[in-house]
């Protein structure tokens, strides 16, 4: 049907893809498997008629979700538990039918019920006659479909979820009772999908932001499991994880997760401030952009999360941000060292003898020979340590202890006031942010922290 294909070739757009096994570059990194832009998720479809057969159409009486799984299809096996909590909560003004495809063989049927106990009917596609009255090919998938009008014989079908994913629920909830406010309680945190839905244009934005690649930049380097990380890489992890997290909360190591990534609740609280009281978000930033994970300012910071910032941008365009940034190519004004004079290796040598003395035996004191040919004065700024004006630079000693840590001249002065990547704590991801200014899959392919940081540890 042409609603189908309407659904499908906007959601593939956007949809960043990975195969199993794919890969991973020098860096460890795998590319990202990102989900579909939500706004194009949420787009609701105009009111398509429908011949339903005769076994589905005898039980839609009102409007009624008819549910397409597979009971060999692991996606239908995560999705259900959020199907039917839906059901309940909508069971006043619309009805659910599960309708499992003609591959699920009786046996299967008989078991995928005894396991789930659905409080709604269950009816096989034996003969697969629904699958082919709606053109439906892949589950799990949700239509919402109305009865016949006066003097009809078709269905109207109003939204078309291909495929269905965890976090559509509040968004149905929201459309089939038409009052998004009915839907959101103060403290119950309902995922991206759910604010996108009436915030279409801040949604877009967000897309093309840090955020939005948080939890990823997490998983990509095997710390998917690390909650001290994913506190701050995922959606209100206290309260999006965990037994009592709900149908759709979040699973460690999951990037595609409803509360993936630092989503609009992590800064607007549960359910967002939709009763006047929006707080501080300089307060929100506070808790996770600490000293030792990078130099923060909240007045660039917010201007870099703009909310309308990708307002005029096509599909592609976003699908080439999200991409960009997911391969860790674009700019990170954050891991930037602080401007400032710096006092040179040899001062630092001074009372940091072993480290000079390891540091010299290191590729960073000899970056400058390198450089040959005509056109190098480009890439001084890797292979030497910013001097004591701006625009100049310590070519004597290549990349030296300030190149790495920050200038120089307050600690010098004051042993307990620390360098910039000095401060403590300081994990693996601040130390990796520095070295990717210059370390870039361009310049450095075969270049992974892992390997290279045993090298200059002092």
């Not at 939890?215 to 701050?232: E, I, N, P």
């Not at 707080?279 to 994970?293: F, K, Q, S, Y």
């Not at 190149?403 to 620390?418: F, L, Y």
């Amino acid at each position: 049907m042409a609603w189908t294909r309407h659904l499908l070739v906007p959601i593939a757009l956007l949809a960043v893809a990975a195969t199993p096994g794919e890969s991973r570059d020098a860096r460890g990194w795998r590319p990202r498997p990102g989900p579909p832009d939500p706004t194009v998720l949420t787009r609701q479809v105009p009111p398509q008629p429908v011949a339903l057969p005769p076994a589905v159409a005898e039980r839609v009486g009102r409007r009624t979700l008819l549910v397409y799984l597979s009971t060999h299809c692991p996606h239908c096996v995560r999705v259900m538990p959020e199907i039917a909590a839906l059901s309940r909560r909508v069971s006043d003004v619309a009805d659910t039918l599960l309708i499992l495809s003609g591959f699920s063989g009786e046996e299967d049927t008989e078991s995928f019920v005894e396991t789930w106990k659905p409080s709604f009917p269950v009816i096989r596609d034996a003969d697969t006659a629904f699958a082919r009255a709606t053109g439906l090919d892949a589950t799990p998938s949700l239509l919402v479909v109305d009865p016949p009008l006066a003097g009809a014989s078709e269905f109207l079908v109003t939204e078309a979820w291909l495929p269905y994913s965890r976090g559509v629920a509040a968004v149905l909830e929201m459309r089939i009772r038409g009052e998004p406010m009915a839907v959101l309680h103060r403290g119950e945190p309902v995922g991206v999908l759910a604010c996108s839905a009436c915030h279409a244009e801040e949604a877009r934005a967000w897309f093309v932001t840090a955020h939005a690649n948080a939890t990823w930049a997490v998983v990509r380097k095997q710390r998917g499991d690390d909650l001290s990380c994913l506190a701050c890489h995922v959606t209100l992890l206290d309260r999006t994880s965990g037994p009592e997290a709900g149908v759709f909360g979040y699973r460690p190591g999951e990037a595609r997760s409803p509360f993936a990534d630092v989503g609009c609740e992590a800064c607007h609280t549960a359910s967002g401030p939709h009763d006047g009281d929006g707080g501080d978000p300089r307060a929100a930033c506070a808790r996770c952009h600490v000293a030792g994970h990078g130099r923060f300012d909240p007045d660039p910071g917010l201007a870099g999360i703009d909310h309308f910032q990708a307002q005029g941008w096509t599909d592609e365009a976003i699908r080439k941000q999200r991409l960009e940034r997911a391969q860790g190519l674009l700019p990170r004004p954050f891991a930037d060292l602080p401007d400032g004079p710096t006092v040179g290796a040899s001062r630092c040598a001074a009372c940091h003898e072993v480290p000079a003395r390891q540091w010299r035996q290191t590729p960073h004191a000899r970056a400058m020979e390198a450089l040959q040919g005509p056109g190098t004065e480009a890439c001084v700024a890797c292979h030497a340590t910013p001097g004591e004006e701006t625009g100049a630079w310590r070519t004597d000693e290549s990349v030296g202890c300030e190149a790495c840590h920050g200038p120089g001249v307050a600690h010098a002065e004051d042993p307990t006031i620390p360098l910039e990547t000095c401060k403590s704590p300081h994990p693996e991801c601040a130390v990796e942010r520095v070295c990717v200014r210059c370390h870039t899959p361009e310049r450095d392919p075969d270049w992974s922290l892992r390997t290279a940081l045993p090298r200059v540890a002092h």
